[in-house]
């Protein structure tokens, strides 16, 4: 029986006893968690503790050294190649600076996964890039314009609107805010809170800004001592006893931004 018809949620993400490594060096060990439709995810953890290591072995950069990883319920060990477009189709995912093609301009950049992934035609998948550009909050006079041109919130946005570009179901985000101003952090958290409402999004999304995580996200996954040692609410992370945990979410950054929520 499918999660649907047993009641419980429909996991987009099951990572099971996961083992990371560099050489000698042990980044997870034995890590478990779930991400399941419709969740926001904040993912957050000290310096080292493998946070963008644990995305990219979830969307394939990363080949793990041990364990399962499930997305889209296929089994990453043993994609078919039609499973893997199935998987890219249904994700998108906004890499820290954007990752946009320096020598292609917005438009271009934003149309670029429908070129990839569709048949349709130069016309058709120009109106959708122009939607999902509006999307995103810009305007017509950004479509021509080069990333280098590009402040650093507009660049976030174009990154934004192409992973969007396929309409995905499920939404990677590393680091979304690094970098902006207050202002520009919390007006994307605004859009990114509307656009997984709107779309029925479900989003991993790996951050630092405690203002994020208690603006938008559903549950917040930790890691600490190479695996995931709690996942629950940020209002149920202040009253853990881990140290790192109590440091982070109730120091005097945690509470400010729980009095700004």
């Known amino acids: 029986m499918t999660a649907s018809q047993t009641g419980a949620p429909e996991k987009l993400i099951e990572v099971r ?54 997305i889209l319920g296929h089994d990453r060990a043993t994609l078919t190649k039609a499973q893997e477009a199935d998987v890219e189709r249904r994700t998108g995912i906004l890499f820290q600076q954007g990752a946009l ?8 950049n934003v149309a670029s996964p429908l070129v990839e992934h569709t048949h349709l035609s130069r016309e058709v998948i120009r109106e959708l890039a122009e ?9 017509p ?23 969007l570009a396929l309409d995905p179901e499920l939404l990677f985000l590393d680091e979304p805010t690094a970098g902006l101003d207050p202002i520009g952090a919390a007006a994307f958290d605004d859009l990114i809170r509307q656009l997984s409402n709107d779309l029925g999004l479900t989003v991993f999304m790996i951050t630092h800004d405690l203002d994020s995580l208690y603006a938008i996200t559903d549950k917040v996954a930790v890691l600490a001592d190479k695996h995931v040692v709690a996942k629950a609410t940020v209002q149920e992370l202040e009253k853990s006893d881990h140290p790192w945990i109590r440091e982070y979410f109730l120091g005097p950054r945690g509470r400010a931004a729980d009095r700004a929520a």
Not at 40 to 58: A, F, H, Q, R
Not at 131 to 138: D, N, P, S, Y
Not at 141 to 163: C, D, Q, T, Y
């Open 17 to 70: 006893g996961l083992l990371s490594q560099f050489g000698d060096r042990t980044i997870h060990e034995n890590l478990d968690l779930d991400v399941e439709r419709g969740e926001v995810l904040g993912v957050v953890g000290g310096s080292g503790t493998g946070k963008t290591v644990l995305l990219n072995t979830i969307i394939g950069l990363k080949e793990p050294e041990g364990g399962t990883v499930s």
């Open 101 to 108: 093609f320096s020598s292609l301009s917005v438009l271009d």
């Open 141 to 163: 006079e950004s479509h021509h314009l080069k990333p280098a041109e590009l402040s650093g919130g507009m660049r976030k946005r174009v990154g934004l609107a192409r992973a």
């Open 131 to 139: 939607m999902k550009i509006a999307m995103v909050g810009l305007g």
